[in-house]
């Protein structure tokens, strides 16, 4: 462990700009998911209709995890159920970037080759990854207790929220050990999380409670915040985390630097003709990414459309609710409310995997494998181009996928609703791109721009803030569908924007030198 403290400076100096975005992002949205709830049900009476219509609807159960009772601190902590899949989810990613991608990159071996113990660069990385988790709990705890609800549900909310971080920094740990890269160790521990998830869903929604305790998302539940905390999860959390830790260290003592403990599959010794281009070359890198997106969003639609059913009855008896959908949504019923919020969630959603596409540019560059693909007769417009493709027509596809399974369980077509928030997605890929070209070191960027244009567009919405600072997010500008009128200049407008931006990514590419380290 030689070096541990040092390789740990170097990581929270590599986050320092990304770390507290997200937590700071993360940590405002219980906040104000307390002060809609707190306006939306006002009384006892009104929470207790809330409770009797939801606490026993199962796609409500699954998508955000069971109701234990009718308080403000019950209904907020049913509100941040999938909060505990996004702080896992950071939590896995951080692991993996700080192991297995310098690791790929080349970086791990000059780091080893100082004084620098076998095991400090996965030690740190789990540290940095655990330690965030750590701090968003307190800020949540300490942010949710201070606008008036108890401090020991707030904390145990907050520390739910960690415990999920911690297990999937361990889980992330563990899979940068059995794959031969980066990519394949994200694909091995997204797919725990998503198995977790359902574990979860299947547990709570079912009579087999006991599916529940399977999964670290469940266990976030299990604390119980608000209705009788049980502290005892933390150390069932803590016991996890440490032995997918330990087993982690014991895999990485067992393998060599650059390889991986699950066999590689064997490949073609010549490329086929069909991938001799780079467009070919991009379907190749980008279609595990893409793939992944469209399960998950599927089933997001799935599951927003069955929700979607309920929704009339849910606000039928309650005005101030149905204002915020209103307000999210865009005018007209409540249940097209609902439904144009959903496709604006759908479209941030979307803008992630576009922001992901087109950061996979900078990726190849870091890791040295743009260069080879440049000195042949590929110019850097063509293999940038090639990238952007997938960007724009994988976001295209990614909606009217989710347009179609969002359609199909609430029985209505939804395809044009969600289209309508492709120009947004598009202006979010386009500035992408132009970090790229222009700072490269800082193309991580981009994220922080979608969780400020995710914090504005949810809960800057239900909050009713000022409409300037609404409008810095480009999903302010576009039609609320379904229910919403139409308008074709604030689509031009945002294409020409994204247009712009793609071509002025573009042109720094020409003309900066490559690679930027």
Not at 10 to 30: G, K, N
Not at 300 to 318: I, P, Q, S, T
Not at 384 to 393: K, N, Q
């Amino acid at each position: 462990m030689t070096g541990t403290w040092s390789l740990l400076r170097l990581v929270l100096r590599r986050d320092r700009l990304l770390m507290p975005l997200w937590i700071i992002c993360l940590a405002i949205a219980p906040m104000g998911y307390l002060s809609s709830i707190e306006a939306a049900y006002p009384d006892a009476a009104a929470r207790q209709h809330f409770y009797d219509l939801n606490a026993s609807s199962a796609t409500f159960v699954v998508r955000n995890g069971p109701l234990y009772g009718s308080s403000v601190g019950n209904l907020l902590a049913w509100q941040c159920g999938f909060v505990p899949v996004v702080v896992g989810l950071i939590a896995l990613l951080t692991v993996v970037r700080h192991t297995r991608t310098e690791e790929e990159a080349g970086r791990r071996e000059l780091t080893g080759a100082t004084v620098v113990g076998r095991h400090a660069g996965l030690a740190a990385a789990v540290l940095a990854s655990c330690g965030a988790s750590l701090v968003y709990g307190i800020l949540v705890g300490l942010g949710v207790g201070a606008q008036g609800v108890p401090f020991a549900g707030a904390f145990a909310l907050g520390l739910g929220f960690s415990l999920a971080g911690w297990v999937f920094a361990g889980m992330g740990a563990v899979a940068a050990q059995l794959t031969w890269g980066a990519s394949g160790a994200r694909g091995v521990g997204i797919g725990v999380l998503v198995l977790a998830f359902l574990l979860r869903a299947a547990g709570d929604s079912g009579s087999a409670g006991w599916l529940a305790w399977l999964s670290p998302i469940g266990w976030a539940h299990r604390m119980r915040p608000f209705a009788g905390e049980q502290w005892w999860v933390l150390l069932l959390a803590l016991f996890a985390t440490g032995l997918l830790v330990v087993l982690a260290v014991a895999l990485s003592a067992r393998r060599d630097l650059g390889a991986a403990l699950l066999p590689a599959r064997l490949r073609r010794s010549g490329a086929r003709a069909s991938l001799r281009s780079p467009l070919a070359l991009a379907w190749r890198l980008q279609r595990g990414t893409l793939l992944v997106w469209t399960v998950c969003l599927a089933l997001g639609g799935l599951l927003m459309g069955g929700v979607g059913k309920n929704v009339a009855e849910m606000m039928r008896d309650n005005q101030a609710v149905a204002d915020v959908f209103s307000r999210v949504g865009g005018g007209g019923a409540v249940t097209d409310a609902y439904l144009a919020g959903t496709m604006t969630l759908f479209g941030l959603a979307a803008a992630g995997y576009a922001i992901q596409a087109t950061l996979k540019l900078r990726a190849e560059e870091a890791a040295g494998r743009a260069e080879p693909v440049l000195a042949t007769a590929v110019g850097r417009t063509g293999w940038a181009l090639a990238h952007l493709t997938f960007a724009l027509l994988g976001s295209a596809f990614l909606l009217a996928v989710t347009g179609l399974a969002t359609g199909s369980a609430y029985g209505a077509p939804l395809v044009p609703a969600a289209l309508a928030q492709l120009p947004a997605v598009w202006v979010l890929a386009g500035l992408s791109a132009l970090l790229i070209g222009l700072v490269p070191r800082f193309a991580a960027a981009a994220w922080g721009l979608l969780g400020a244009f995710l914090l504005l567009s949810l809960v800057g919405t239900a909050l009713r803030w000022n409409d300037v600072v609404l409008g810095i997010s480009p999903f302010q500008h576009l039609a609320r569908l379904p229910g919403g009128t139409f308008s074709v200049a604030p689509v031009v407008w945002l294409v020409a924007i994204a247009a712009v931006a793609g071509i002025g990514g573009l042109a720094a590419l020409r003309r900066r030198d490559m690679p930027v380290g």
